[in-house]
């Protein structure tokens, strides 16, 4: 395997740009962005956000100019639609928000989605006329051959690279950063793969009888790998159907994903194989051609019996939507494949892009779905359990049957982690945020047990569990605060069991026993106490929901009043429960006067 030299890069970057403006431009701000989330690490939310906005446009923008490339649009109208497609993913950059509750359930989702609806674009993009079926398999077989071998050449370039960089930094003692391989594969996956990819990208749509059919490498790959694969995933899954009649016992909820992953072998294997009966005499391949969707319509019988046993236990979810949402597709599928007299193979990657946009946007996407179906759970166990009368919750009571607290606070969790908390914002009668607290992107769980907590309706096991703790942190050395006046100091660090602090100078400072309270002694005998819980309530309100309250600068000093003593605590960390306002560790300084 032969790499390209560096004028053929340039003279193909060249190209690619003239020819992909939008999806170049794309591919380097993605790079350069992902580059700097490497050198920013965990302060790089910014450009983590610009790479997936990026990572979108490289697929969306590719496939907008192959759509006026194949549909011989003039100049300016093909300059205007990537135009839209930049407007488009510009808006959608400013309306990502990374920071916001419920990112990772649901807009990292939805992105995803709508990344597989681009990629399924550049697929069928030349193909959404009158072109036959062959030229569209032709030419997605180039596609996914150009990117296999930009691949290939990605990691040899950059195993040679790095394996060079170590090299030098090991004989030069030049302590080169260990991000530098980072940069190295974002650049070469950014950029070169890309423009590979690109340079290489069909300029025709329309092939000659001789340009299609299987090299080498793609029958074989079909006959003796995806085909026995797929057949060994029938076998499995039929020997499991003939376990489940002959036991008479519903299938488990993980079928599904068996299911799904027999579906998505097959349908790539038959889309590969589908031109080769034409070329082979082998039985396998065309005995594949001919019963795969006959094979496959039990096995979707039998996703439906295993996620639509969880969907009745449990609800709804994005994920339990999303398999039965495919098991409807794959319906389609098989109804299109076994009664159709067209057979065209285009219907996968079309219906499959609409079936994905219908799963991340509107509503009836998978959220939307989920969300209210978890509300109306929510709502009859509530008004089951007498916590929900005349359109308002009924907070108090008797306790909760521990399976149904687990299912409320279940529900709970679920539209707090979806950021869907809004949906039932109308059921309390006071503001939603005198409830929750936490309004924090990592107090999904937090939110849902302050709610159970304020109903009566928490689980057992969480409310035999110990509460969280909040940790102190002081950013400041307590030598640097104003000590004047001041005649005595102890120095001391405590945990929770102990009883008494580091002896110096023979005076002690200990706890009480119910940690409210910090003791100043003088050899045996309690010179003066001071309560901490009125310093332990601000600490609590600063700490707004989180399990931590750092300082503020200017407050390091925590003045403390006792019957005969005064005195300022400088604190190095600490930590307290909130619920009974109990200290469990604290280590600093305390001067007395």
């Not at 002694?521 to 600490?539: C, H, I, K, N, Q």
Request: one cysteine or more; charged letters at 15%; hydrophobic letters at 50%.
């Amino acid at each position: 395997m032969k790499l390209p030299s560096l004028s053929f890069l340039a003279q193909a970057f060249a190209e690619v740009c003239v020819r992909f403006p939008a999806a170049m431009l794309s591919a380097v701000a993605g790079t350069l962005s992902a580059m700097a989330a490497i050198y920013f690490g965990s302060d790089s939310d910014g450009f983590a956000k610009l790479w997936l906005t990026a990572l979108l446009g490289l697929s969306l923008c590719t496939g907008l100019a192959v759509l006026a490339e194949a549909g011989g649009w003039s100049r300016w109208r093909t300059w205007g639609i990537q135009a839209a497609g930049l407007a488009y993913l510009t808006g959608y950059y400013f309306l990502l928000d990374m920071d916001a509750p419920g990112f990772d359930q649901v807009d990292a989702p939805r992105h995803l989605g709508l990344l597989a609806v681009a990629h399924l674009l550049v697929a069928v993009a030349p193909y959404l006329n009158s072109r036959s079926v062959a030229d569209f398999w032709e030419y997605n077989k180039q596609l996914f051959a150009n990117f296999v071998v930009g691949g290939a050449y990605t990691l040899i370039l950059f195993g040679g690279l790095a394996l060079a960089l170590l090299a030098v930094n090991e004989l030069f003692d030049l302590h080169i950063s260990g991000k530098m391989y980072g940069y190295l594969f974002v650049l070469l996956a950014g950029v070169f793969q890309t423009t590979f990819f690109l340079h290489h990208f069909p300029r025709r749509f329309d092939f000659d009888e001789g340009e299609r059919g299987y090299n080498f490498v793609f029958k074989n790959l079909c006959q003796y790998i995806l085909i026995p694969i797929t057949g060994l995933y029938f076998l499995i899954l039929y020997a499991y159907s003939i376990k489940i009649a002959a036991s008479w016992e519903l299938p488990q909820g993980w079928v599904s994903s068996l299911v799904l992953g027999f579906s998505v072998a097959g349908i790539f294997t038959y889309l590969i194989n589908y031109l080769l009966p034409e070329q082979t005499e082998s039985k396998a391949v065309h005995a594949y051609r001919k019963w795969f969707w006959w094979v496959l319509l039990p096995m979707v019988g039998l996703l439906f019996v295993g996620i639509g046993r969880r969907i009745v236990d449990y609800g709804i979810t994005p994920e339990r939507y999303l398999v039965a949402h495919a098991g409807v597709w794959l319906l389609v599928m098989c109804a299109y494949f076994l009664w159709s007299k067209t057979d065209n193979i285009k219907f996968v990657p079309i219906s499959l892009g609409l079936f994905v946009l219908v799963a991340v946007v509107g509503p009836f996407s998978a959220f939307n779905v989920s969300q209210r179906n978890q509300t109306a759970i929510l709502h009859d166990l509530l008004e089951k359990n007498k916590r929900f009368a005349n359109g308002a919750l009924q907070p108090g009571g008797d306790a909760v049957p521990a399976d149904e607290a687990e299912r409320i606070h279940s529900c709970l969790i679920f539209l707090s982690e979806q950021n869907a908390l809004s949906r039932i914002e109308g059921w309390f009668p006071v503001p939603l945020q005198m409830v929750t607290k936490d309004t924090t992107k990592h107090g999904q769980h937090e939110r849902a047990t302050n709610i159970a907590r304020w109903l009566n309706a928490v689980p057992i096991n969480m409310a035999l569990s110990q509460p969280k703790p909040i940790h102190i942190v002081s950013p400041k050395q307590s030598e640097n605060g104003d000590i004047s006046g001041f005649r005595t100091f102890y120095e001391f660090e405590f945990h929770d069991g102990d009883h008494i602090g580091n002896r110096l100078e023979e005076a002690l400072v200990g706890f009480s026993d119910d940690r409210k309270f910090l003791f100043v002694y003088e050899g045996e005998t309690v010179a003066d106490s001071f309560s901490l819980e009125p310093t332990m309530r601000v600490w609590l309100d600063g700490a707004k929901g989180e399990d931590y309250f750092v300082i503020p600068k200017g407050g390091e000093a925590i003045e403390l009043r006792g019957k005969k003593l005064t005195a300022r605590l400088f604190l190095e960390h600490g930590s307290f429960d909130p619920t009974e306002m109990r200290l469990q560790d604290l280590k600093g300084i305390l001067f007395t006067k």
